[in-house]
């Protein structure tokens, strides 16, 4: 007799269960499809970008940007308390950008002079 297909069956029946969890632990919950964001979320938030580097009429995603969770003393190096607590919104297409016209600009000014 040829076990060997009811031992697939089993081994995949129970591959599909592990799948099945873990897809039922990783998905959201239905009701957070219709959030939407409104300014109240977005209070106390700071965008580091001026009006003018973003393109009318596009979407341009803003992230939070990386800062030092505590404070540091410049003279010990030690930690001396947590930071302010602010948070500050930054599109890393934008500050590239900026920072290779920054940069162009320099090298440009060196050229000259």
Known sequence: ADDGGAVKKKKGRRKDRKDKALSNRL?????????EYTSADLEGLKVSH????????STTVL?????SILEVDPDSNKATGFGDGS????NVNIDHDAQARKN???KRRIEMG
């Open 27 to 35: 998905s959201l919950p239905d009701d957070h499809e219709d959030d």
């Open 50 to 57: 001026e009006t003018s580097d973003f393109a009318a009429g």
């Open 63 to 67: 992230t939070l940007a990386d800062k």
């Open 87 to 90: 948070n500050e919104l930054v």
């Open 104 to 106: 162009l600009k320099e």
